[in-house]
C-alpha cells in the first residue's frame, strides 16, 4: 500500500513544486526500494536474486530473466535508464541495465556488513550504513554516512565519512541532500565531499525521502506525508 501510494503521488503531482528530472518512462523511488522502473522494464529484488519484468502489458508483467547476484540485496536505486545501484548488507553494486533484460556488473564497493541504502547523481554516490538489532544481517555498532566517488563507474572509491545517529533513508535533490536520521537532516552538498550540515527537523518522523522538485514525498514509521521543501526548511503540505 505505501509503495503504491507513494508512486501515485510522485507520479501525480504535475505543478510548480513538483517536476521531475528523470528521464521519460522512468520511475521514481525512494532510497530503500525494492523495485524500479525504467522505460518498459520493472527491476526487483528478492534475496539474492534481481528479477527483470516486461512492462509492454503492464496489467499483467512478464518475468524476462532472474539474476543471482550472490549478496542479501536490500535495495536498487536507479540513477538513470541505463546506471541501477544495488545496496547489499556488504556492499553497494554498479549494473548496467541499459541491454534489459541482461544486467551487466561494472564494479562493486564493499563495506562492513551493515543495512544500506543508496542515492547516486552523476559523480558521488551517498550511503548510509546503520546498526539494527531487528535485522540479523545489520552490524549493530555503524551508523554513518559514505561518500562514494563514481565518476568512473568501473572503479568506484570512497572519499568520506561521516558519523551518524541511525541514518535510514536519503534522498538528492540538487545540491541538497536529505537524509533520514532522527528525524531529517538538511545537507547541502554544493561541496559533494564535504555535505554541510543546514538544519535538522527532528519532528519528522522519516524513514525514506523522495524528492521531486521541491515536493518531498516522506514515508513515516506511521504513513505518507508531503513536504514543500523551501529556503532550507521542510513544510508540511498534507499526509495520511
Known amino acids: 500500500m505505501t509503495l503504491f ?38 527491476f526487483a529484488v528478492n534475496g539474492t536474486a534481481l528479477k527483470v519484468f516486461s512492462l509492454d502489458n503492464p496489467e499483467h508483467p512478464r518475468l524476462l530473466s532472474s539474476t543471482e547476484l550472490g549478496v542479501n540485496v536490500e535495495t536498487i536505486f536507479l540513477r538513470d535508464s541505463a546506471t541501477m545501484f544495488v545496496g547489499s ?21 564493499r563495506h562492513v556488513t551493515s543495512c544500506d541504502p543508496v542515492v547516486a547523481n552523476q559523480n558521488y554516490a551517498y550511503v548510509t550504513l546503520r546498526s539494527s538489532d531487528e535485522d540479523r544481517f545489520c552490524n549493530h555498532s555503524i551508523n554513518q554516512m559514505e561518500i562514494i566517488d563514481i565518476s568512473e563507474l568501473r572503479q568506484p572509491e570512497l572519499m568520506n565519512t561521516i558519523t551518524m545517529e541511525y541514518p535510514i533513508g536519503l534522498g538528492l535533490y540538487g545540491d541538497t541532500l536529505l537524509v533520514c536520521d532522527g528525524g531529517v537532516k538538511v545537507f547541502s552538498i554544493e561541496n559533494p565531499l564535504n555535505p554541510y550540515l543546514i ?19 516522506i514515508a513515516t514509521s506511521t504513513g505518507i506525508a508531503q513536504y514543500e521543501y523551501l529556503n532550507g526548511k521542510l513544510n508540511l503540505l498534507s499526509e495520511i
Not at 548488507?89 to 561494472?106: E, H, K, R, W
Open 89 to 109: 548488507t556488504d556492499g553497494m553494486f554498479i549494473y548496467d541495465v541499459s541491454d534489459a533484460p541482461q544486467i551487466n556488473l561494472l564494479s562493486s564497493y
Open 199 to 217: 538544519t535538522t527537523q527532528k519532528e519528522i518522523d522519516a524513514v525514506d525521502i523522495i524528492p521531486y522538485g521541491r515536493l518531498m514525498i
Open 5 to 42: 501510494a507513494i508512486s501515485i503521488f510522485t507520479f501525480g503531482c504535475e505543478n510548480d513544486i513538483g517536476s521531475s528530472n528523470n528521464p521519460s518512462g522512468t520511475g521514481q523511488g525512494g532510497s530503500l526500494a525494492r523495485f524500479a522502473i525504467s522505460d518498459d522494464y520493472m
